[in-house]
């Protein structure tokens, strides 16, 4: 009785299409994390800013290198783009949105909304001055 009984393999990434609904959750989850990363450099400024002008001026010369530039930019980008999705999913949890033409909507509005909200965030900074 030492029969084997066979059972059913879990599906892996191969047996799935890629949609850019499965895309785009997964880049949901890292952006969380990003976020995580990037609010050490938020404590940093803080931190900075309340310990002094020599501190302070030091996290404004990493924040104002191409280098950090970069990184601020890509923490504006995650924390838009986590937000929209995160809404997206919210509708999800309101039992909206299960279609296939709203599920594509709203993924497509997270994706194009994110990097449209970062770039308008990016060009008012600029125009007050934030960017000097």
Request: glycine share 12%; proline share 2%; hydrophobic share 50%.
């Given at each position: 009785m030492?029969?084997?009984?066979?059972?059913?393999?879990?599906?892996?990434?191969?047996?799935?299409?890629?949609?850019?609904?499965?895309?785009l959750?997964?880049?949901?989850?890292?952006?969380g994390?990003?976020?995580?990363?990037?609010?050490?450099?938020?404590?940093?400024?803080?931190?900075?800013?309340?310990?002094?002008?020599?501190?302070?001026?030091?996290?404004?010369?990493?924040?104002?290198?191409?280098?950090?530039?970069?990184?601020?930019?890509?923490?504006?980008?995650?924390?838009?783009?986590?937000m929209?999705?995160?809404?997206?999913?919210?509708?999800?949890?309101?039992?909206?949105?299960?279609?296939?033409?709203?599920?594509?909507?709203?993924?497509?509005?997270?994706?194009?909304?994110?990097i449209?909200?970062?770039?308008?965030?990016?060009?008012?900074?600029?125009?007050?001055?934030?960017g000097?």
């Amino acid at each position: 009785m030492s029969a084997r009984i066979e059972r059913p393999l879990s599906p892996h990434m191969q047996v799935y299409r890629w949609t850019l609904t499965m895309a785009l959750s997964i880049v949901h989850r890292a952006t969380g994390i990003a976020l995580y990363v990037g609010t050490l450099l938020l404590a940093w400024w803080l931190i900075a800013a309340a310990s002094g002008p020599t501190a302070y001026g030091h996290v404004q010369a990493f924040t104002g290198s191409i280098i950090g530039r970069l990184i601020v930019f890509g923490y504006t980008w995650a924390l838009m783009h986590h937000m929209l999705s995160g809404i997206r999913h919210f509708v999800w949890d309101l039992g909206y949105g299960f279609k296939a033409n709203e599920r594509e909507a709203l993924t497509w509005g997270a994706l194009i909304g994110g990097i449209g909200l970062t770039v308008l965030i990016w060009i008012i900074a600029y125009a007050i001055g934030g960017g000097r």
